[in-house]
């Protein structure tokens, strides 16, 4: 059953990661207490879904799994049902305030459902704090393009779009000095314009008339 599988792949990952701890904090050094309201007999486990600060070195660590990793996990946990749900970490796919508290009143799959009929799991009734909160984005209200709010600078994007600004400031300085620039244009070739009523500095050049 798809749901079977999908309940499956949850609790490897559950599993996976209870697992890894102790590699976590040999590379990484030790983890972090939990914050405030987080339960007392759960385990503390570092949040895969966002980076971590490496005490030995000052740097960062990139998330363990990447987004489309992430969503793909969500999309599993969402057929699995919401037992499944509650286990996994908040992140970028995933974001509720109030992780702890979901895991406390997971609910069991409805039996209605199709493969619903899954006995509960030991690795998901485990109590996890994780470790390495995640904080979205502050979007302004109002704000024109959401998408690129709190960014450096946009996504690629088109060409056009790219030289956009220096076109504009191109165009700009050559509108400021237009005057100057017609007037010399027009003065250069009124000097290269022959005068006949001018005398002919080259007499070997003299043409006749006819």
Not at 79 to 101: C, F, N, Y
Not at 159 to 171: A, F, G, Q, S
Not at 186 to 197: I, S, V
Request: glycine share 6%; aromatic share 6%; net charge positive.
């Amino acid at each position: 059953m798809a749901t079977t599988s999908a309940l499956q792949a949850v609790r490897k990952f559950r599993l996976h990661e209870i697992k890894g701890l102790q590699s976590h904090i040999t590379r990484l050094g030790p983890l972090p207490p939990p914050p405030k309201g987080s339960l007392e007999d759960a385990v503390s486990l570092p949040n895969p879904f966002v980076p971590h600060l490496n005490t030995k070195t000052g740097r960062w660590a990139p998330p363990k799994y990447s987004l489309r990793r992430q969503a793909e996990l969500i999309k599993k946990a969402k057929l699995a049902g919401p037992e499944a749900i509650a286990a996994l970490p908040p992140g970028p796919k995933l974001h509720r305030p109030g992780m702890v508290a979901a895991q406390l009143q997971a609910k069991q799959p409805d039996a209605t459902t199709e493969g619903a009929e899954v006995e509960p799991d030991a690795t998901l009734a485990v109590a996890v704090n994780w470790i390495g909160k995640f904080e979205p984005a502050k979007v302004r209200k109002g704000a024109r393009v959401p998408l690129y709010e709190n960014k450096k600078r946009m996504f690629k994007g088109h060409k056009w779009e790219r030289t956009k600004d220096r076109r504009l400031n191109h165009r700009i300085m050559l509108m400021r000095d237009m005057d100057k620039r017609i007037h010399a244009y027009k003065r250069y070739w009124h000097e290269k314009k022959p005068n006949p009523l001018k005398a002919n500095k080259n007499p070997k050049n003299k043409r006749l008339p006819f």
